[in-house]
């Protein structure tokens, strides 16, 4: 099947034809802890170690890696589910309440870093490219956390895989 890529469903359809890990970006912010899920993530170079992270301007957690400079991109793992429906559902809380009785610590940059993920990456804000009311965040990744046995937790048309 071939679709013509004419709006937003479109354009969502056709990537839904990848799988990919369940990420959620966090930063934080004078406010607290801040994070969304990632609709995109995905490396730029292995030279300077760089990941681009793409994030609508309206997002509330963008203000909080602007003003810190940092993130940390949150690959979840299969027991997580929780965390995703925290960071997915309509009525979930919003902000720093988002983090309540989700298990986290800040990460050495500070941004908060998740228990229950296959690995997180942190990183360090280099540049910012905005484009139709989205920004293309580039961050060097300075530290990786690796738990090793993880499964991931895997977004593919639009459902998770079990």
């Known amino acids: 099947m071939v679709t013509q890529i004419g709006d ?7 990537l839904g034809v990848r799988a990919t890990g369940v990420a959620i970006i966090t930063a934080t912010g004078k406010d607290g802890p801040s994070g969304f899920l990632a609709l995109s993530a995905t490396h730029l170079s292995a030279s300077p170690p760089t990941m681009t992270v793409s994030v609508s301007l309206t997002t509330s957690a963008y203000a909080d890696i602007v003003a810190s400079g940092h993130f940390a991109i949150n690959y979840l793992s299969k027991d997580a589910i929780d ?17 309540s009785g989700v298990d986290h ?12 993920t296959t690995g997180a990456l942190e990183c360090k804000v280099e540049e910012i490219i905005e484009r139709h009311g989205t920004a293309l965040v580039l961050g060097t990744i300075l530290w990786a956390h690796d738990n090793e046995g993880a499964e991931p937790l895997v977004h593919f048309r639009g459902k998770l895989l079990d």
Request: net charge positive; proline share 8%; aromatic share 16%.
């Open 8 to 14: 937003a469903r479109s354009f969502w359809g056709a």
């Open 83 to 99: 965390v995703y429906e925290r960071f997915t559902a309509r009525d979930a809380p919003k902000g720093a309440e988002r983090f």
């Open 105 to 116: 610590a800040p990460g050495k940059t500070g941004a908060p870093v998740f228990a229950r």
